[in-house]
């Protein structure tokens, strides 16, 4: 399935400054997989140690945060979007 | 990159600021519109000189000198990311709101010694002038032309506001459900309103999404690229609150909690002053509280759980509808360190405890204090809070910006002629 990822401003130094780039996958792990091969190093500023989504970040694919859905395991149909977007202060 | 076009200034802007550094993992960053760290996402922090491995224990400022400041945040600014001579710029000055001693309340609730700390008292009647006003200083030194931010309510309000002195643009994005008394006031300071159909996490995401594309250039979101300097504006509460006191911490504190922003900074807050031996050092408790239709860290924290799961809001404080709070696993922490709670209750209980602090205090609550004074009785019923310890609730907000939770209740006693006779039936005789 292919998928556009959008990527935050802090992560942009791994996609030579997109933000926005294509993925591949059947799931959100399988994105994030192949995203980490495409651009080497940006899977483990995502994921932590041990493999979870990083406490302070959201992640969502469409209009779901994926926590309220299948966490990694979220499908990614084909045309989906997923956006990686850092915890902000509340208002 | 579309951002980053803020050059980084002079520390010299940010009075006695050194630099951010990220809470979690403690990597260093230079002074700059920036708010998460690259290495593991968690929150900057603004770092000063005393906050450091270097410093030398002589605090920046003492208490003569703060107590003769003006009578507002700035009187703090010694302690803020601000420069020496902020409050000769036009803002809207906020703090220094009352410290009311709450002896008919504390009487009702079997309480030996509560204060609320009422901040319905501030310019745009909630605590969101003080992080705004922080916040508004960084705006200005970056050089952004647009203040905005993403906002249940309070906080768009407080940001047109000091736009509109400032004489800043100003664009703030509320979900388009809210109480028409925070619609009015977001609009009538001039500036653009979008209101998002969809919950307050979703205009979050949208804003944070506008951050990272080129129309969301030059715009200074005052929660999001500028949270640093927005959460150290809550810092003002606690240190107000120890001066107020005498210069002295209370022992226990009730603070509502939406993203856990203002509970974790007034935790800072009380550190800081014990750091620099401005009040002596003592334990405090923090209690947290939440509306029960939208209690994630109330859940995880009687659950036992380091996680705080998200949830989709449900609640008449829409203030505090924020079901994916940022810095709930901070809340947790905090209220778990020094021996406090998170509690939640119910919109029937909110609304009685709007009544409750109006009737006892001539105090009137929007539905955020509603929550947290709901939750003052409720953990003071289940033992959870030491009555004869010295308690500090928070009022944060004005009740006339949630008229509708306690309207329904509001009609005169009688209607009568303007006549005595009418007035001994109707009043006197029928009471
Ligand atoms: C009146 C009021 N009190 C408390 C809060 C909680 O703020 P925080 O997101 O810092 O937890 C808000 C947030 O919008 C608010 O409007
Ligand atoms: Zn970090």
Redesign the pocket.
Known sequence: MSVSVRIPTILRTYTDGAAEVTGEGATLRDVLQKLDADYPGIGARILDETGSIRRFVNVYVGEEDVRFVDGLDTPTPDGAQVSVIPAV??? | MALATAEITTSNDFGPAVGLSCRECGTRYPLGPSFACIECFGPLEVAYTWSGPDFDGAAPVTREQIAAGPANIWRYRALLPVPADVAAKPNLAPGWTKLVKADNLARELGLRSLHVKDDSGNPTH???DRVVAIALEAARTFGFHTLSCS?????AGAVTAAAARAGLDACVFIPADLEEPKIVMASVYGGRLVGIEGTYDEVNRFCSELIGDPLGDRWGFVNVNLRPYYAEG?KTLAYEIAEQLGWRIPDQIVI????????TKIDKGFKELIKLGLVEDKPYKIFAAQAEGCSPVSAAFKAGREVVQPVKPRTIAK??A?GN?A?GPYVLDIARRTAGAVEDVTDAEIVDAVRLLARTEGIFA?T??GVTVGVLKKLTEKGLLDPEAETVVLN??DGLKTLDAVASGARPTAVIRPSLDAFRTAVVENS
Do not use: Y
Request: aromatic residues 4%; negative net charge; glycine residues 20%.
């Open positions: 202060a509340g208002g | 909630s605590f969101k906002s249940t309510g309070n906080l809550s509502p909690v939406a993203s856990g922003s203002q509970l203030s505090l924020i709070p810095d929007e955020a204090g944060t907000g």
